[in-house]
Structures are given as structure tokens and as C-alpha cells.
């Protein structure tokens, strides 16, 4: 079955240091993989996606992420957290080739204190 | 360009209800995609819809429904609301450029439901 796990709940990380949000994922074929925040009470927001080409990926609000294909795993990284990074996320896989549905992993919930 | 837009944003309904929710996709955007999140089963694909076809269907009950118009625009429908529908019910909308393309999907701020 194609899934995708977010083995952390929560990541507590202080303003300015790096912060990595861990994915990983189990898909048959190439994987479309993709990271959104939900701030509260809003909606989700794209901030990056991997296709195909290079591992490293960089998205909005300076994150980017590592493909690896040998560990299945697709972390969110930032090297320096602000504040105002402090949100739920949600690592994403689409199946059934590029135009199939998205499935969700349970979404990490990061805390960034001063 | 504005994004994509859901209404109403808050609703309340009792048990045995039906309800309908609305999306509007961002503009030139054909494929509609609705999903339902709750904290206790995340974030659960419901339907795509694409040029007024449902193209995938998640593992719902019947109860819920959905369609397409022609300006692209959809709407999704629960019949015989229970206490477990409650939740918040995001739409997201893709620009779909064809078999080899991949397009990232964009979310609106969601409808939440509260079924008492």
C-alpha cells in the first residue's frame, strides 16, 4: 500500500538553529512528494514539491528538502528557524501517476521558541 | 490572482441534516479536489473532480457527494449528517496541463462543519 509516515508529532526547535521535519514515505513507481504548512485555522499552503531531477529542493519561506530514494525519505529542512515558522506540517505523496489524489502523512507539529 | 475560495466558512447543523459546500477554484484552474480533515484521521481525500467528471474517489460513504459546473466551480454534499462528519473540509484546486504534467495542488481556507 502507498503511505506516507511522519514518525514525529511534535519538533521543538529554538529560534535560529536548523530545524528538519522528518517523511517518509512507501510508493510504487517514481514519487510526486510534496510539503504544505497549515497555520491555525487556516487553510494548507504549498511551500515545495519533488518530481524528478535534484535531491535538493527549495521552496517558499526558505525550506527545502532532501529526496532520497535509497532511505525513502523526503525531510523538510531550514537552517535557521524563526518564530513564526511554528505550524503544523504535512508531508505529502501523490498516487496513481501525476494527476492522482494526494495521501496526507499525519502531519509533525513544529515549535519555534525565542 | 485570487486563490481559491470555499463557502461558507463555518457551519452547524444537527444530526440526520444534509449540507452543501462550495469551491471555487482559482481561475483557469480545471481540476477540483476535496478533502477532510480531523484530528483523528488527518487529512482524508473525499473526490477529484475534472471538467465536470469525477475522476477519483476516495473511501467514503455514499453520503457524500460532489459535481463539477462547467466554470469549474464545485460543490460537495452530505446527506444524513452524523456526529462523525464534523470536521474541517478543505478544497484544492490544480491546474491540469495534461498526461505528463504534474501540477501542485492549492488549498482554500476550508469549511468547517460542526454536526451536533
Known amino acids: 500500500a502507498q503511505s506516507v509516515a511522519q514518525p514525529e508529532d511534535q519538533v521543538n526547535v529554538a529560534e535560529g538553529n536548523p530545524l528538519t521535519v522528518k517523511c517518509t514515505y512507501s510508493v510504487s513507481g517514481n514519487p510526486y512528494l510534496f510539503w504544505y504548512v497549515q497555520y491555525p485555522n487556516r487553510g494548507l499552503q504549498f511551500l515545495l514539491k519533488?518530481?524528478?531531477?535534484?535531491?535538493l529542493v527549495k521552496g517558499s519561506y526558505g525550506f527545502e528538502a532532501e529526496f532520497n530514494k535509497s532511505q525513502t525519505s523526503f525531510h523538510l529542512k531550514k537552517p535557521s528557524a524563526l518564530v513564526s515558522d511554528s505550524a503544523l506540517y504535512f508531508c505529502a505523496v501523490r498516487v496513481g501517476g501525476s494527476q492522482g489524489n494526494l495521501i496526507f502523512g499525519k502531519g509533525t507539529k513544529l515549535s519555534v521558541k525565542p | 490572482k485570487a486563490g481559491v475560495t470555499q463557502t461558507p466558512r463555518y457551519l452547524i447543523k444537527t444530526r440526520g441534516q444534509q449540507v452543501t459546500l462550495s469551491c471555487s477554484p482559482i481561475?483557469?484552474?480545471?481540476?477540483v479536489s476535496w478533502y477532510q480533515q480531523t484530528p483523528g484521521q488527518g487529512l482524508q481525500f473525499l473526490f477529484e473532480?475534472?471538467?465536470?467528471?469525477?475522476?477519483n474517489k476516495g473511501n467514503f460513504p455514499g453520503r457524500f457527494s460532489g459535481r463539477q459546473f462547467s466554470n469549474s466551480r464545485s460543490e460537495m454534499n452530505v446527506s444524513t449528517l452524523e456526529l462523525g462528519d464534523s470536521a474541517l473540509y478543505l478544497c484544492?484546486?490544480?491546474?491540469?496541463?495534461?498526461?505528463?504534467?504534474?501540477?501542485?495542488?492549492?488549498f482554500g481556507p476550508g469549511t468547517r462543519l460542526l454536526v451536533l
Open positions: 519533488y518530481i524528478t531531477g535534484d535531491n
Open positions: 473532480y475534472f471538467s465536470e467528471t469525477q475522476r
Open positions: 481561475s483557469g484552474h480545471r481540476s
Open positions: 484544492a484546486s490544480s491546474l491540469v496541463r495534461g498526461a505528463a504534467g504534474e501540477e501542485t495542488q492549492y
